[in-house]
């Protein structure tokens, strides 16, 4: 269990797998089962649970629960976030404020699920918990086993009411995860039943919460659901600073951008250009938090290979100072974008888009041709760098060809379903172009950066030796990239693709 920051939850992992007992079926026994030798005495709890969500259940919807839990080791308020099949994120924190109220700190963490909507208590649970943990050899906590008798009500346009029997097998922080497939069998052996429901609070109102969207049919549709979910998973990371959050949200609504722009005829096509307008904008806001996250973790790399007779001052000590101001900054810029208006306006006109699948034209020629296009325009833009001479409008030049070839690359992954080995081939000469030229603008924005850097030094009777040795260094490293870039070009060029490319 960690805390990443002052007032922040405190965060822990769950993998656990629950299954259906019937009430008259003794407890299942697990000794010995995989590495559990030894089973502790029970103890008892009695949880009370109020849980939180829209009035039309949009965090159930997304499998994300939020309650206000008494009794227990672990009282208090928890946001539950899931990972995988098996595992989830658990953030906690302490009980405070009125019982009626979310913490403030917990709601902004889902606000690119409600969208504004107020959270009110959706339902209740009371858990009569028997818990045995189960140890192995050395006496160490495996996993934890709960026996759950369980009584529910919900809300909702008509009240529903539950009570049913339940297991649940939780493994302790550090124990190998394939320790619960071998606890598993020894639970369904004993006659439990894998449960279907991901949670007490689904299971208890699956007859409100309306259907989670599956596929839909539509290429399109299917593409921009997920990047909207990955937006959303994001947004959550990046409120917790949690590593590479950034990156991944700026993906998804660059993905999301690539895809309007290029198939926006398949789209309203004014709906598609508005909302590719108002994702760069999202985009811009992002990006100071992730170029400033690159940067520094490069030139402190690149630092740190020099020999020490190379590094003249205290180079790692005002980066450090300079970057950390920077990142500050940017972190500060990124959630003022994500707290605002303009985003959740952004997130409801991309949530109406994924619903109405049927007025989006994909059929297999219209995906095509937009591909077709897209691999058009990244060549025309290769041509047009090739006529510059080196300097800083060639430099330019070729990062509008990494920009066409990432667009170039987005739509070949959007047609994916319906799409063959040879476009995947010709897929990923394009990612290797783009890959190269990425290299070559980070290095080409690197060198401000160092210069800016050496002027400071100067300024504060520093020596500025070593970031005009890095300068030297990155010009010799944009134009290895450039060499490399072109014969990945000419590899791309002469590859295999489909016939509908050329």
């Known amino acids: 269990m960690t805390k990443t920051q002052e007032g922040a939850p405190i965060a822990e992992a769950e993998i656990e797998r629950k299954y259906d007992l019937a009430a008259d079926r003794p407890i299942p026994p697990l000794v010995p089962a995989g590495p559990v030798t030894n089973q502790a005495d029970p103890r008892v709890d009695v949880l009370d649970a109020t849980y939180f969500d829209t009035s039309d259940f949009r965090l159930a919807q997304a499998g994300i629960t939020l309650r206000r839990r008494l009794g227990g080791s672990d009282e208090g308020w928890h946001l539950k976030l899931p990972v995988s099949e098996d595992k989830r994120e658990e953030l906690r924190l302490p009980l405070s404020g009125k019982p009626d109220k979310v913490p403030g700190a917990l709601a902004k963490l889902v606000r690119a699920h409600t969208l504004g909507a107020k959270l009110v208590q959706a339902a209740h649970l009371r858990t009569e918990r028997t818990s045995y943990a189960l140890l192995?050899?050395?006496?160490?906590?495996?996993?934890?086993?709960?026996?759950?008798?369980?009584?529910?009500?919900?809300?909702?346009?008509?009240?529903?009411?539950?009570?049913?029997?339940?297991?649940?097998?939780?493994?302790?922080?550090?124990?190998?995860?394939?320790?619960?497939?071998?606890?598993?069998?020894a639970v369904v052996k004993a006659g439990a039943e894998r449960s279907r429901w991901?949670?007490?609070?689904?299971?208890?109102?699956?007859?409100?919460?309306?259907?989670?969207?599956?596929?839909?049919?539509?290429?399109?549709a299917d593409y921009f659901a997920q990047q909207l979910d990955a937006l959303r998973?994001?947004?959550?990371?990046?409120?917790?600073?949690?590593?590479?959050?950034?990156?991944?949200?700026?993906?998804?609504?660059?993905?999301?951008?690539?895809?309007?722009?290029?198939?926006?005829?398949?789209?309203?096509?004014?709906?598609?250009?508005g909302l590719a307008a108002e994702l760069r904008w999202l985009g811009g806001e992002l990006g100071p938090a992730r170029d400033t996250e690159?940067?520094?973790?490069?030139?402190?790399?690149?630092?740190?290979?020099?020999?020490?007779?190379?590094?003249?001052?205290?180079?790692?000590?005002?980066?450090?100072?300079?970057?950390?101001?920077?990142?500050?900054?940017a972190k500060a810029r990124a959630i003022r974008a994500l707290d605002s208006?303009?985003?959740?306006?952004?997130?409801?006109?991309?949530?109406?888009?994924?619903?109405?699948?049927?007025?989006?034209?994909?059929?297999?020629?219209?995906?095509?041709?937009?591909?077709?296009?897209?691999?058009?325009?990244?060549?025309?833009?290769?041509?047009?760098?090739?006529?510059?001479?080196?300097?800083?409008?060639?430099?330019?030049?070729?990062?509008?060809?990494?920009?066409?070839?990432?667009?170039?690359?987005?739509?070949?992954?959007?047609?994916?379903?319906?799409?063959?080995?040879?476009?995947?081939?010709?897929?990923?000469?394009?990612?290797?172009?783009?890959?190269?030229?990425?290299?070559?603008?980070?290095?080409?924005?690197?060198?401000?950066?160092?210069?800016?850097?050496?002027?400071?030094?100067?300024?504060?009777?520093?020596n500025a030796f070593t970031y005009g040795l890095l300068h030297g260094r990155s010009v010799a490293a944009a134009e290895?990239?450039?060499?490399?870039?072109?014969?990945?070009?000419q590899e791309l060029s002469k590859g295999s693709r489909p016939k509908w490319l050329k």
């Not at 007025?359 to 297999?364: E, P, S, V």
């Open 480 to 489: 290895a990239a450039h060499r490399r870039f072109a014969g990945e070009w």
């Open 198 to 220: 991901p949670s007490k609070l689904r299971r208890l109102t699956d007859e409100l919460v309306p259907p989670s969207r599956g596929a839909s049919g539509s290429v399109l």
């Open 233 to 273: 998973r994001n947004d959550i990371g990046v409120r917790r600073d949690v590593e590479d959050a950034v990156h991944q949200m700026r993906v998804a609504s660059r993905r999301l951008r690539s895809g309007l722009r290029t198939f926006r005829r398949s789209l309203d096509a004014d709906v598609a250009n």
């Open 341 to 462: 208006t303009r985003y959740t306006d952004l997130l409801r006109s991309l949530e109406k888009i994924v619903a109405k699948p049927r007025k989006i034209k994909d059929g297999r020629k219209e995906l095509r041709k937009a591909v077709a296009r897209s691999d058009r325009k990244l060549r025309e833009a290769v041509a047009a760098a090739s006529e510059l001479e080196p300097g800083p409008e060639q430099d330019a030049a070729l990062h509008e060809v990494r920009k066409k070839a990432k667009r170039a690359r987005y739509a070949a992954d959007t047609v994916r379903p319906v799409a063959g080995k040879k476009l995947r081939k010709w897929r990923n000469n394009v990612k290797s172009v783009q890959t190269t030229l990425g290299t070559h603008h980070d290095v080409v924005v690197t060198r401000e950066v160092l210069r800016l850097l050496g002027l400071r030094a100067y300024a504060e009777a520093e």
């Open 294 to 329: 690159v940067m520094a973790a490069r030139l402190h790399e690149e630092v740190g290979a020099l020999p020490a007779e190379l590094v003249l001052g205290n180079v790692e000590q005002l980066m450090t100072r300079h970057f950390a101001r920077e990142a500050e900054e």
């Open 136 to 185: 192995d050899a050395k006496g160490r906590e495996v996993a934890t086993l709960t026996d759950d008798v369980v009584t529910g009500e919900a809300g909702g346009e008509k009240a529903h009411l539950d009570r049913w029997r339940e297991i649940e097998i939780e493994l302790s922080p550090g124990t190998d995860p394939e320790v619960l497939d071998s606890l598993d069998r």
